[in-house]
């Protein structure tokens, strides 16, 4: 038959298996086992997946996670968070405060070069600080360092910065990446300068190339001030779906990526992919809860809140959500570091008890639903949509709070409506949100009573005089006891208070090739070793021409 | 005819300047800003710097006022700077990304006209046949199954267990150290399944469209007639059914237009294509005003340009229409 | 006897003689039985939540499997299948009635009526929907209504198209 179909189809079918036959094969990604010897050699590449693409490498100016991780390959700061998020020196090889708390003097180590050649010098961090307070640059972070009452350069090698008062979070803000004056003082504008495309730093990569949307590539900077790192190329593959990435990972074309518990879970557990690759669980550094709008007439009395945090099942919500890869959340603090104190009151799954706390606060049973002066106890919870996690949360805790006859309607809001129409406002009832926990457990920002006005981050109205007395005393000084103190009483107040109901703390979920070695899971994950991490000779699959 | 297109090329500026203005204002009732992204539940943003960061991207001038600034750029064709981090103009964002959504539009557009035509011509003309009946199905099968599940089952089989094509993204890691016919072999390649993919959708529209004019055709006189005369029946199909047939494809191609340059952000979401799709949707998100106007008014132009050459194509080619406009 | 009772019984002879559109009128009909019956066709609860069970392959207990929280698939689609035909129909309803209306007239009368008619569609065209529809959700209380009515008013103008072109080409 001559049909016009066989006509134009058959050779666009073979067009197409001409370009598919055309193409390299599958590239072989079985990990050859541990059976090889583990000498550490330098070469091979190490391809991420990233779900977002950078949009600058200048930190000061870019806000997203993506930027800021890409930006850590090139550049440094003065000081960054160890193993342990402890803070140690960077580009600065120890420091002293003056006893009084209110001078920082910061010694700079010596023979570090910017990837161009051109000394490292106090000048370049002097410049820096001038830039992150010039209203000329448009970046989020200069609040810290308008805190800076004067700076000094007195040599090359030393950096010094006075406060008017103590403040002991001003030690982490030096950990915003150094740049390099000699390229940028002719920019008004650092945003608009071309390092925030094709960046130079002191860091352990240099900068190759960045195709916007599809990939950036690094290659190891030789004289790196902690020496050469094995690894020779980074390149940070931008793949904006999960499970895509996943199969990336598992067909070869993606080294690294962080799973979801239903990855890790039910798809990673058989035999045959933990041939070629390990996987990692660590704390992360971030929790979920469900926070209440204090002024809300229901939630004014702390037994509802506490009613509302027994009725609440942690346990299902953790199985649920994170299908059992994550904790207890019991304050704003995370578990194992310093500042989190484990002895303050918990609220395990008692639905008796909450039903006995409501009728306490006056809420009676009716037809299975609470009523309080003909009132029903019903209200919205908010969640931005997008977020997986948060909703299924919310669904749980829908079904938790109907056993003990409060009812709860889930709206979702896309992220910049929710902030700007409900939460700055304070239009909601309840909001199931989290936090990203920084390593300084400075939390000012979000529970001192100054911070409660529109745009600020005390959004549940949260005001407790200790509190904010201790919240003082903890960033006022840099005696680690001292601060602990006051840090683990604030702990213990907002547990019996429970402004939010802290929900869960997850785990982060890392998975590597196998033929990387090198990596030592800690406190802070297991990146803050990279430029140890190697691949033995006899497994490198990338040759990377220098 | 010549008065009427100049008529119409006429209305496109004043109707370009009210549609900028009601994708404007659409824009700004919104809630949210461009700030909002970085200093939104950010500790270390602060009053002032939000306030500064609002004089930096003109957001504190009353509406008009930045209405009349873009339109006054907007004629000199200058769509400003991107309010993202990397501030990069807004025209050079929008370069980067066409060529690729352009050539998978094109390609699948191909792909669905050269098989669904024919599929349903031959449809019609061999009505209630086994191929009809088999082809009804396959295409509606195309059309209820979502493609993005769909997707990645091509891309576990294709890619993952055979390891023929690759899972995802334009081009390999060693896109650039191959030859010229080597990279556009990568990129064919890496084409194979979004196009095949994008195609399998739209072909239940095409061919059931093709299908229902050809059934109509060919219940006409002059076809009885043609084969009354003896003619053979490829000429009867082709010559005579199968060009009045194809007039409405035409309106189609017109109106296909605006979409050349848009894409589906799920699809290129899936397949880690670096689109217009995905560039529009970070924009809406993140209120990156410029490049939201900036391509809202390029689809504008093309949609208007579009339904132009639509309407001209098809009273050009269809005579009983041209009277009536 | 009226002429549309005429139309309407030719219609349905014709409908019911055609096996395939036959067939497809039923399955639509099986559809708004089971989104009108959910009882009928689900045991469970929609939205019962079982972390015990989560992800499960389809079995006895669950024909249809359980999604990630544990709830039963079967369920959910029968419920939702109300939601979705609702939205599907009314959606639909409205823009087909819009563009119907507009198509017409504008085919009909012809002029500076069709020249402004068509210019309108030019514009709703190019109407931003994604803001419309971000606004509604932030402003408005979430309902299906406010959907309906947005996905209505902002999708008639390809019927309009046709209308027209079909109105001329019998004019």
């Known amino acids: 038959m001559n049909r016009p179909v066989c006509r134009a189809v058959f050779p666009l079918i073979a067009l197409f298996l001409l370009f598919a036959a055309c193409g390299g094969g599958k590239q072989e990604s079985a990990g050859k086992g541990a059976a090889v010897s583990d000498v550490p050699a330098y070469g091979d590449a190490i391809v991420e997946g990233s779900i977002g693409d950078v949009s600058g490498f200048l930190s000061a100016v870019t806000t997203d996670a993506s930027s800021h991780e890409a930006a850590g390959y090139v550049f440094n700061g003065l000081v960054r968070y160890d193993k342990n998020l402890k803070l140690e020196g960077e580009l600065a090889e120890s420091w002293e405060v003056s006893p009084d708390g209110k001078r920082i003097t910061f010694h700079l180590r010596k023979g570090v070069r910017w990837h161009d050649g051109a000394p490292f010098t106090s000048d370049d961090v002097m410049f820096t600080y001038r830039r992150m307070i010039d209203p000329r640059t448009p970046t989020a972070y200069g609040e810290d360092f308008r805190q800076v009452k004067r700076a000094s350069a007195p040599d090359p090698g030393t950096f010094v910065v006075e406060y008017a008062r103590p403040f002991a979070p001003a030690l982490a803000s030096w950990g915003m990446h150094v740049l390099p004056k000699h390229l940028l003082e002719k920019y008004p504008d650092i945003s608009k300068s071309p390092l925030n495309k094709k960046p130079v730093g002191t860091g352990p990569y240099r900068f190759v190339e960045w195709k916007t949307g599809e990939k950036v590539v690094f290659d190891a900077s030789p004289d790196y001030f902690e020496g050469k790192p094995y690894l020779s190329r980074v390149i940070t593959r931008v793949i904006p779906d999960q499970a895509t990435m996943f199969l990336e990972l598992k067909s070869g074309g993606v080294d690294i990526m962080t799973l979801t518990p239903p990855q890790y879970v039910r798809q990673t557990e058989t035999a045959e992919f933990k041939k070629s690759f390990n996987r990692y669980k660590y704390t992360a550094s971030g929790y979920t809860y469900l926070g209440f709008r204090l002024s809300h007439p229901f939630f004014g009395d702390k037994r509802v809140r506490q009613a509302i945090a027994l009725a609440a099942d942690k346990k299902a919500l953790i199985d649920g959500v994170l299908l059992g890869l994550g904790q207890e959340a019991t304050g704003p603090y995370k578990p194992g570091t310093w500042a989190y104190n484990p002895n303050v009151r918990k609220y395990p799954h008692d639905p008796a008890r909450a039903k006995a706390l409501l009728a306490e606060a006056g809420w009676k049973e009716k037809d299975g639903v609470l009523v309080k002066d003909g009132q029903p106890f019903e209200f919205t919870v908010l969640t931005n949509a997008g977020n997986d996690a948060r909703a299924k949360t919310a669904a749980i805790l829908q079904q938790n709070l109907a056993e003990v006859g409060i009812r709860i309607k889930i709206r979702t809001v896309e992220w910049a409506a929710f902030i700007n129409e409900f939460i700055d406002k304070r239009k909601f009832d309840a909001v199931i949100l989290g936090w990203n926990i920084t390593p300084d457990p400075d939390q000012f920002d979000i529970w001192h009573s100054s911070k409660t006005g529109p745009k600020e981050l005390n959004h549940v109205g949260f005001a407790n005089p200790e509190v904010d007395r201790l919240l003082d005393e903890g960033r006022s000084t840099f005696d680690l006891e001292k601060r602990k103190k006051a840090y683990f009483r604030i702990q213990e107040i907002l547990a019996d208070e429970q402004p939010y109901v802290f929900l869960y703390v997850p785990e982060a979920l890392p998975v590597v090739h196998n033929r990387f070695r090198g990596i030592v899971p800690a406190p802070a994950g297991i990146t803050y070793n990279f430029v140890k991490w190697y691949v033995p000779a006899p497994l490198q699959k990338h040759r990377v021409q220098p | 005819m010549l008065r009427y297109i100049a008529r119409r090329l006429l209305l496109t500026v004043p109707l370009l300047v009210g549609i900028s203005l009601v994708s404007f204002l659409m824009m700004h009732m919104a809630p949210g800003g461009p700030i909002g992204a970085g200093t939104d539940l950010n500790p270390k943003a602060t009053a002032e710097s939000r306030a500064r960061l609002k004089a930096y991207y003109g957001l504190d001038l009353p509406l008009h006022v930045q209405y009349g600034r873009w339109l006054g750029r907007m004629a000199t064709l200058d769509f400003g700077d991107s309010f993202s981090p990397d501030g990069r103009p807004v025209a050079e964002k929008i370069k980067e990304r066409i060529p690729i959504t352009l050539t998978i539009n094109v390609l699948s557009m191909g792909l669905i006209f050269l098989v669904a035509i024919p599929v349903g011509v031959y449809s019609a003309v061999r009505k209630g046949s086994l191929f009809d009946r088999i082809s009804t199905v396959a295409v509606f099968t195309g059309f209820a199954i979502p493609t993005f599940w769909l997707a990645l089952l091509m891309m576990i089989l294709f890619g993952v267990k055979l390891g023929w094509l690759p899972i995802s993204g334009i081009s390999s890691l060693d896109h650039e150290s191959l030859g010229m016919l080597g990279r556009i072999a990568d990129r064919g390649r890496h084409l194979v399944l979004p196009v095949l993919l994008a195609g399998f959708g739209g072909l239940a529209g095409m061919s059931r469209y093709m299908r229902s004019n050809m059934l109509e055709v060919i219940r006409q006189d002059y076809v009885a007639t043609a084969r009354a005369k003896g003619l053979p029946e490829r000429t009867v199909v082709f010559r005579h059914a199968m060009r009045n047939a194809l007039l409405p494809v035409i309106t189609i191609l017109g109106l296909s237009v605006p979409d050349l340059l848009g894409g589906s952000v799920i699809f290129e979401t899936i397949f880690a294509i670096p689109g217009m799709g995905q560039l529009f949707y970070q924009g809406v998100m993140s209120r990156d005003y410029p490049l939201i106007m900036g391509i809202l008014t390029i689809g504008a132009f093309l949609t208007l340009l579009g339904n132009l050459l639509a309407d001209v194509g098809y009273a050009l080619a269809d005579p009983r229409i041209r009277q009536g406009s | ?171």
């Open chain 3, 1 to 171: 006897m009226s002429g549309s009772r005429v139309i309407g019984r030719d219609f349905a002879r014709r409908l019911l003689r055609n096996r395939l559109a036959a067939a497809g009128g039923a399955v639509i009909l099986f559809f708004f039985l089971v989104s009108a019956l959910p009882a009928l066709f689900a045991s469970h609860e929609p939205n019962r939540i079982d972390i015990v069970n989560i992800l499960r392959p389809p079995s006895a207990v669950h024909p249809l499997g359980t999604d990630d929280l544990g709830r039963d698939v079967l369920a959910r689609v029968v419920h939702g299948a109300r939601v979705s035909l609702k939205v599907g129909f009314v959606a639909v309803g409205i823009a087909t009635a819009l563009g119907l209306l507009i198509g017409l007239l504008s085919g009909f009368y012809g002029g500076w009526v069709d020249a402004v008619l068509m210019r309108f569609v030019d514009m709703m065209l190019c109407f931003p929907t994604f803001f419309l529809i971000l606004s509604v959700i932030a402003f408005l209380e979430p309902s299906i209504w406010n959907i309906m009515a947005v996905i209505g008013l902002t999708g008639w103008m390809g019927v309009a198209r046709l209308v027209r072109a079909e109105t001329l080409s019998l004019m």
